[in-house]
């Protein structure tokens, strides 16, 4: 290090003798200005960071050293503990016949493309998923990326232009909202499910295309999505309907076919958006299927499909074997909806608020308060149940809550072992 100072203190004397004095100022000048100016970026940073810790919404990521299941290790714990929080939905992130599947896939396959999908980037196996894909939803046909949230940021700016029009539930999600921004639409925002703000929205627009955009469960409340209003609204004024559906597909509904299904509107959909990296498998991906012209017009446009390289083979391989799960069988799909309601019954009877749909997974327990859910998920994991609090700015201050998971894989002992684990912790804590 010495010898490097002495090098670099070297050239910058030959540096400014070459300068002549009033350049060599003005360098000297400009250098204590750059790191003045560094040091005053580095102090908001900072300060905004202090200013999180100070209000307790602060996120520490714990460190998961097995396999993502039911039950899991956690570097800060001895033994397993079991997972409440994750999108493992079906429980197949550790099953052996999609490890298998993807297995068989990185050896056929190969462990990457090296390319985005119109150069030297698609597979057999990815067509052969795509297919599946359509098939699940009834659809034309589907365009895969390395995430929902590309698919979310990919739809808008290809399909909608000045002349058109974008409907969005206020409380969708991030990827939607950041999506919608990108797009060059007349923009219209309506409140969480209010159908009537959404028709005085329509009635008033004179977009060439109408596309509304919701969640078909918004992940935060676990709350759905009221579909058949505004399907109808759709049919109305003459609109598109385009639901994302990363926290029901695979799951929701008699066959795991999503919101749709669940409330008998899969004929009425025009476009869904969704993700492999949840009940699917829970690795990464993520899909738009609809109709063919606009799976086509996204392969010749969509920037974060044109400008990403495609998923790997082993992603592929598991995420086709998921799908010939579903498309053969419901029995996991009849397990989480079996867990979610003796989960939403105990926790109701031992005198907890639990938020959402009394048929969806996520059950959210509403704490309120920031510090009080951060301190109880943290008194919970000691006792064995790994849950994460919820608060400002991932959901409205003042609504703070334990947003709960419920997962094919967990047994019936369990959800009481959880149960009883919420029901001391807040009575300790003074909740109950």
């Not at 391989?317 to 009849?334: H, P, Q, R, S």
Request: charged content about 25%.
């Amino acid at each position: 290090m010495k010898l490097v100072n002495a090098q670099f203190s070297v050239t910058m004397a030959s540096t400014m003798s070459r300068l002549g004095p009033r350049a060599a100022r003005c360098l000297i000048q400009r250098a204590k200005y750059s790191a003045k100016s560094r040091a005053s970026t580095l102090k908001v940073v900072q300060d905004e960071l202090d200013s999180i810790k100070a209000a307790g919404t602060w996120k520490v990521e714990r460190v998961i050293t097995s396999a993502q299941a039911a039950a899991i290790q956690v570097n800060s714990q001895e033994g397993y503990v079991l997972n409440f929080c994750a999108n493992n939905y079906l429980g197949l992130a550790d099953n052996p016949e999609v490890i298998q599947a993807a297995k068989d896939a990185l050896d056929s396959h190969g462990n990457g493309l090296a390319s985005v999908r119109f150069i030297c980037g698609t597979q057999d196996i990815h067509k052969d998923l795509e297919a599946k894909i359509s098939q699940f939803h009834g659809v034309d046909d589907t365009i895969l990326y390395a995430s929902c949230f590309d698919a979310n940021a990919a739809i808008f700016e290809t399909l909608l232009g000045p002349e058109d029009a974008v409907f969005s539930d206020e409380l969708n999600h991030a990827s939607i909202i950041d999506g919608i921004r990108l797009c060059k639409a007349q923009k219209n925002r309506y409140k969480n499910r209010d159908m009537g703000q959404l028709r005085e929205a329509l009635d008033q627009s004179d977009g060439r295309i109408k596309l509304i955009v919701s969640d078909g469960v918004f992940s935060m409340d676990g709350t759905i999505a009221p579909l058949r209003e505004m399907c109808d609204l759709a049919d109305e004024f003459g609109a598109l309907v385009l639901i994302d559906e990363c926290h029901a597909t695979g799951f929701l509904g008699k066959t795991g076919r999503g919101t749709a299904e669940l409330l008998g509107v899969e004929d009425r959909i025009d476009i869904y958006n969704s993700t492999m990296g949840k009940a699917l498998g829970g690795a990464m991906g993520g899909y738009t299927s609809g109709p063919s012209e606009v799976v086509q017009l996204l392969r010749q446009r969509a920037r974060p499909y044109l400008f990403s390289n495609t998923l790997p083979p082993a992603v592929v391989g598991a995420t086709n074997k998921v799908f010939d799960m579903l498309l053969a069988g419901t029995d996991l799909v009849a397990k989480v909806q079996q867990n979610t309601f003796l989960f939403r019954k105990l926790m109701t009877e031992a005198g907890f608020t639990v938020g959402g749909d009394p048929t969806h997974a996520i059950c959210p327990i509403m704490i309120g308060d920031a510090r009080l859910a951060s301190d109880m998920a943290d008194a919970m994991l000691e006792e064995g149940v790994y849950v994460i609090g919820f608060s400002y700015p991932v959901v409205p201050k003042g609504k703070a809550r334990i947003r709960t998971q419920i997962s094919a894989a967990h047994s019936e002992d369990d959800i009481k072992f959880c149960v009883d684990v919420f029901t001391r912790v807040a009575k300790d804590k003074g909740l109950l």
